[in-house]
């Protein structure tokens, strides 16, 4: 597959909305941006493959992705993002709600190359599980091969905190409203990313699947 070039100094959004299959390989060029979303709210089982390299210096690469699992549905998404040249930057966001017998999967793979000094970037994965046979499992990875980095990792995974929903309970909220507040509250980070336009679209779909 040949890969999606990101010309010197432009700036590419894209969106992954419910996509059944993605294998997508970009490629970078100087002071490039790239702004990516990954939204996964659907019944489909699915493998996902992203593979990000930046070949110029200065470049920008922002992932956002949300994934909310049902039934037995099955998802997996897998991230390579190689920095092969200086001053480059980028964030990875993604999260999981899994229910029911649903399993999910994060490969997050961060390769920094030795001309890729003051290379600075970071990568979070959370997720919620929401029933006790539904299944998580993360691997954030990170190969550094040069020594002036700025580069963190961290992915959690846990069940809706049962507190937050006595303590809204206590004020007079039912139990499922405040379970649904959280969850937005849990995917609205996400949403503000990206481009107006898109956040309505996107927060009815998550909505819908909640």
């Known amino acids: 597959m040949n890969p999606l070039i990101i010309n010197k100094e432009y700036t590419e959004t894209i969106y992954l909305f419910n996509e059944a299959k993605a294998d997508l390989h970009i490629v970078q060029q100087e002071a490039s941006t790239l702004n990516l979303f990954v939204l996964h709210l659907t019944d489909l089982s699915c493998m996902q493959h992203i593979h990000i390299q930046q070949e110029g210096e200065h470049c920008r690469t922002n992932i956002y992705g949300l994934a909310v699992l049902k039934g037995k549905q099955e998802y997996l998404c897998d991230t390579l993002l190689e920095h092969q ?113 898109q956040q309505e679209q996107a927060r009815n779909l998550f909505t819908q699947r909640i």
């Open 85 to 197: 040249k200086e001053n480059g930057t980028s964030t990875l966001i993604f999260k999981y709600l899994l229910f029911d017998e649903a399993k999910g999967e994060f490969v997050g793979r961060l390769k920094v190359q030795p001309n890729a000094q003051h290379t600075d970037a970071s990568q979070t994965n959370r997720n919620i599980v929401l029933s006790d046979k539904a299944k998580m499992r993360t691997m954030p990875q990170l190969e550094i091969y040069a020594d002036d980095v700025r580069c963190s990792h961290g992915a959690t995974t846990g069940a809706l905190d049962n507190e937050a929903i006595f303590y809204m309970q206590q004020r007079g909220l039912q139990k499922d409203l405040a379970r649904q507040l959280l969850l937005q509250a849990f995917a609205e980070d996400i949403f503000e990313k990206m481009p107006i336009q």
